[in-house]
């Protein structure tokens, strides 16, 4: 008997194995989603319906659990700066994704997209950041599509 | 199991993706310690093991924020629980095995628990206190980086890692670094004034069936959102069953006679996650700043070092 | 120090190195100093297990080695907090731990803090690009029936005892865990960190195994009971 899914955005499909943004569909996967029923109140505090995408300066990365943290300072047309901040996974879950601890650091140009907090300015939670390079490095967060790029 | 030869790379890559399709289950019939238990080594996934019953409570921390009382009462929309461990968790997906699997509360069929009536009340009374918490006992157990239990241990992001070795099984998990060691040296259990929050595990194989009955749980035992505690009267037995070399079957008989007037089930499974995934720290209580961010900082006692 | 006598006869694991499983504990008070001190209220006394007695602090170390000691009581992470001990501090802390070996894998569980270290016997080298950690990466080897553990990648948040020795992030730890008899372990920790010490040094201490019946660990979840000390009277009225 399958559990009630308490909210769609948790239903994954579990049977793929996603390797720097190629999909490789693991042979067992014929099964249906099954709910995840992580502890997570991603609805609680950020908004869904409010994505951000922003383009700055990392002035600093928490790397603690339970959620690690980006600080990115993002300049606008008049030339003033807000220091954002994002919540991304927790820091085993960036290293099995593929982010180095000083890959990252202090002073690196990004580009961060996630959702906006509910009730503060300038926090979201992080749901990728693209390199200069163009490579995107997934959050692993609770941010729906936070690990790997979306399923067309 | 894949050769050792694979690539050791954590970061999964395209090498060990490459590998990871060719990682068949094999034939049934794998391999054997040198003490002659069937082999379950390995890192694992843990999956769909904590259920919801039937009519469930509301959830006081609602992740649909459907429910008024899971509103923060911080002015900064950031608390009392600030996603707490809160991945969407896919990260370690292993593959399913076959077939469909047994996942959440599998007897009574209905999933309504046969709670005793006052302890059901008692229950859903005290979650209506746990957000914002009334006091340190109404803190979720997972917030306060307390020792997981059986039930809990964030699943998805936080492999599970079987060892075995003669007269015993052990179970890391990657969250909050927890250890289990089940004994199988016929040893018997420690004495009731001992508790523990991960209980007191015996076990014993039968044929390809791991058995394991564990006692002696202290009464800080959390299953899930919904029901926030069981008794110390807690007594489960496991069966982890080998389904194939990638996938172990998983059930829990949960027999709490505090609680509940008979035993209740739940089932999940382990799935073997890819070649190249081993164990990392997870330092929960070191960065947690769940109780400060709550209470506040509690009032010093005694002046400074001399 | 300790005196290393021919090994007599020790548990073999099947692939023929010694087997280390079992429990084990050290018996000494170089969790509170890792040098020579004598008592105080709390305090054991003790035989420093440093060789050669000295630490080699470069001198701004020297002097910050000494404010830690001032501070100890709130500013020892396991005293004050009690966070995860590090490496090796785990190793002499006053509590069991249990050590798993496995071919290809030996874990190492403490019954302090229930702190926990895997260590890799496979010859992999440590990952690059690791967040920090408390209890450091740890990859294993043998040098004939001596175990070698090279553990890296720690942060600066540990101390070495509960004296204020402490060291930086780039913290190199070797042990080698010999058996001297079946129930005896000679152990050494060869500590190198360039940013604090002006050379390398080592600490040496057997380790005991424990004999008794059934024995296995218990639990001691310091920062639980902390918690339910600090917070006993939350919420707090001001």
């Known amino acids: 008997m399958k559990d009630q899914v308490k909210d769609a955005s948790e239903v994954t499909m579990l049977c793929r194995i996603t390797t720097r943004g190629i999909v490789v569909v693991g042979l067992s996967c014929f099964l249906a989603a099954v709910p995840v029923r992580a502890h997570h109140a991603f609805a609680a505090e950020f908004d869904v319906n409010q994505p951000v995408k922003v383009k700055g300066t990392v002035t600093k990365v928490e790397w603690v659990n339970p959620h690690a943290w980006i600080y990115v300072d993002v300049k606008d047309a008049d030339g003033h700066v807000t220091n954002w901040r994002f919540e991304l996974g927790a820091p085993n879950a960036l290293f099995r994704l593929g982010w180095k601890k000083d890959a990252v650091a202090a002073g690196t140009e990004v580009e961060v997209s996630g959702f906006r907090a509910k009730a503060q300015d300038a926090v979201a939670n992080g749901r990728s950041i693209t390199l200069a390079d163009g490579r995107e490095l997934f959050s692993g967060g609770s941010a729906p599509n936070s690990e790997g790029p979306e399923k067309k | 199991m894949l050769p050792s030869t694979v690539s050791r790379r954590i970061a999964i890559a395209p090498a060990a993706a490459l590998a990871a399709l060719a990682w068949l289950p094999p034939a049934f019939g794998q391999g054997r310690t040198p003490d002659g238990q069937p082999d379950i080594q390995g890192m694992y996934t843990r999956n769909g093991v904590v259920g919801l019953e039937a009519k469930p409570p509301v959830n006081p921390i609602d992740p649909s924020g459907a429910n008024p009382l899971s509103v923060s009462n911080r002015g900064d929309g950031l608390g009392p629980y600030p996603s707490i461990f809160g991945r969407g968790g896919t990260v370690l997906r292993g593959g399913q095995g076959r077939g469909q699997r047994r996942t959440g509360i599998v007897d009574p069929p209905d999933r309504n628990l046969p709670w005793r009536p006052e302890e059901d009340q008692k229950r859903r009374e005290f979650l209506l206190h746990m957000n914002p918490p009334v006091d340190l006992r109404h803190v979720e157990l997972n917030a306060r980086c307390a020792l997981p239990g059986l039930f809990q241990g964030e699943d998805g992001n936080n492999p599970y890692q079987f060892l075995q070795r003669?007269?015993?099984?052990?179970?890391?998990?990657?969250?909050?670094?927890?250890?289990?060691?089940?004994?199988?040296?016929?040893?018997?259990?420690?004495?009731?004034?001992?508790r523990l929050f991960m209980g007191d595990s015996i076990g014993r194989w039968e044929g390809n069936t791991l058995v394991v009955d564990t006692t002696n749980f202290n009464d800080r035992t959390s299953y899930s959102r919904e029901i926030p505690y069981l008794s110390d009267a807690l007594h489960t037995t496991e069966r982890f069953s080998l389904a194939d070399s990638n996938t172990i079957d998983y059930e829990v008989t949960i027999d709490d006679q505090k609680l509940f007037t008979k035993p209740w089930k739940i089932a999940g499974y382990f799935s073997r996650v890819p070649p190249g995934v081993a164990s990392m720290e997870f330092a929960c209580a070191e960065g947690s700043q769940t109780l400060l961010d709550i209470f506040g900082k509690p009032p010093e006692k005694g002046g400074p070092d001399k | 120090m300790v005196s290393l006598a021919a090994s007599a006869q020790v548990p073999r694991a099947s692939g023929g190195q010694p087997d280390f499983s079992g429990v084990w504990q050290a018996v000494n008070a170089a969790s509170w100093d890792i040098q020579d001190h004598s008592g105080e209220l709390g305090v054991p006394p003790g035989l420093g297990v440093v060789e050669g007695g000295e630490?080699?602090?470069?001198?701004?170390?020297?002097?910050?080695?000494?404010?830690?000691?001032?501070?100890?009581?709130?500013?020892?992470?396991?005293?004050?907090?009690?966070?995860?001990?590090?490496?090796?501090?785990?190793?002499?802390?006053?509590?069991?731990?249990?050590?798993?070996?496995?071919?290809?894998?030996?874990?190492?569980?403490?019954?302090?803090?229930?702190?926990?270290r895997t260590i890799p016997m496979d010859a992999s080298p440590h990952p690059e690009g690791l967040p920090d950690t408390w209890m450091g990466d740890s990859r294993g080897h043998w040098e004939g029936d001596t175990l070698v553990v090279d553990v890296k990648n720690f942060n600066d948040q540990t101390w070495f005892d509960a004296a204020g020795n402490f060291h930086s992030d780039q913290l190199h730890v070797i042990e080698r865990y010999t058996l001297k008899d079946a129930d005896h372990i000679l152990y050494e920790a060869t500590i190198e960190d360039p940013k604090v010490f002006t050379r390398t040094w080592k600490m040496s201490m057997p380790l005991y195994r424990r004999l008794e019946k059934n024995i296995g660990l218990l639990e001691y979840e310091c920062v639980f009971y902390q918690q339910e000390e600090k917070y006993k009277n939350a919420p707090f009225h001001r």
Not at chain 3, 58 to 78: C, H, I, M, S
Request: one cysteine or more.
């Open chain 2, 166 to 194: 003669p007269g015993e099984v052990m179970i890391l998990y990657d969250y909050n670094h927890t250890s289990r060691v089940i004994h199988l040296d016929g040893r018997p259990h420690v004495g009731p004034s001992i």
């Open chain 3, 55 to 116: 630490i080699p602090y470069q001198p701004w170390a020297a002097a910050r080695k000494r404010e830690n000691r001032l501070n100890r009581k709130t500013a020892d992470p396991v005293a004050a907090n009690c966070f995860l001990p590090g490496v090796p501090r785990a190793t002499y802390m006053p509590y069991p731990f249990e050590i798993v070996q496995t071919p290809k894998l030996i874990a190492i569980t403490y019954e302090f803090a229930h702190a926990l």
